[in-house]
């Protein structure tokens, strides 16, 4: 079975709940900031992304925001669904040095 | 359509043994990225490419080496492999422009080292 991710912060939401996942970043060189979302077994896949010109940019049911003051991303997903399960990770990237930096991760359980 | 693939899936090491985790992709990219997931510890970058001849230190490089001799491929070299190595690696690569560099990630490899 999959041994990744055991000791990940969980969040548990009510299926049709909206999910809120946060992030803390601390470079503050990064200018380009993207959610992934990983499912068991399988390589992370894009979701959203923002750049720090921006503060909140809007997907199909997700939304995301960042407060460069604070240095604090989230993810927001409208109406969790089952196929929402899974880890989400955030990621930053300094354009200077083109350096991508991966977050902890959360676990999202979307429960019945 | 292929897209990123990494070989092989898993791998079983002795301690001290050397071997290359291969990774290659046929969307034309320019940026590949190796990384490593440990439980509770996300994804950190151990080497990263700009492009063919080019390639950089990431957060975790000590153990690994790695070479970029065509745009397709970006082998990953464990040189003598060490149980702290066991891990799930995965190879991501991307089109970088200006405003986005979205990776397209392989399906891992994993590997043990006894």
């Known amino acids: 079975g999959e041994s990744v991710g055991l000791h990940l912060p969980t969040l548990s939401v009510q299926e049709g709940d909206n999910s809120i996942i946060n992030c803390a970043y601390s470079n503050s060189a990064s200018d380009y900031f993207i959610w992934y979302k990983q499912e068991s077994g399988k390589g992370p896949q894009f979701i959203i992304d923002?750049?720090?010109?921006?503060d909140k940019r809007q997907g199909q049911r997700v939304t995301v925001l960042l407060n460069k003051t604070v240095k604090h991303l989230s993810l927001q997903i409208a109406a969790t669904q089952p196929g929402d399960s899974a880890v989400y990770f955030c990621a930053e990237e300094d354009s200077g040095t083109y350096k991508y930096i991966f977050g902890t991760g959360t676990r999202l359980k979307v429960l019945a | 359509n292929a897209g990123v693939t990494q070989t092989p899936k898993f791998q079983v090491l002795k301690t001290g043994q050397s071997m290359t985790l291969q990774c290659a992709q046929d969307?034309?990219?320019?940026?590949m990225s190796w990384y490593r997931q440990d439980p509770g510890m996300g994804l950190r970058l151990i080497h990263y490419?700009?492009?063919?001849?080019?390639?950089d230190q990431g957060e975790v490089p000590n153990g690994y080496n790695v070479s970029r001799s065509t745009t397709e491929d970006f082998p990953l070299r464990l040189l003598s492999a060490a149980p702290s190595q066991t891990s799930v690696y995965f190879c991501?690569?991307?089109?970088?422009?200006?405003?986005?560099?979205?990776?397209?990630f392989g399906a891992g490899t994993r590997l043990s080292v006894l």
């Open positions: 991501a690569s991307s089109h970088r422009t200006v405003a986005k560099n979205i990776q397209y």
């Open positions: 969307m034309n990219h320019e940026y």
């Open positions: 490419s700009v492009g063919a001849g080019i390639t």
């Open positions: 923002i750049r720090s010109n921006m």
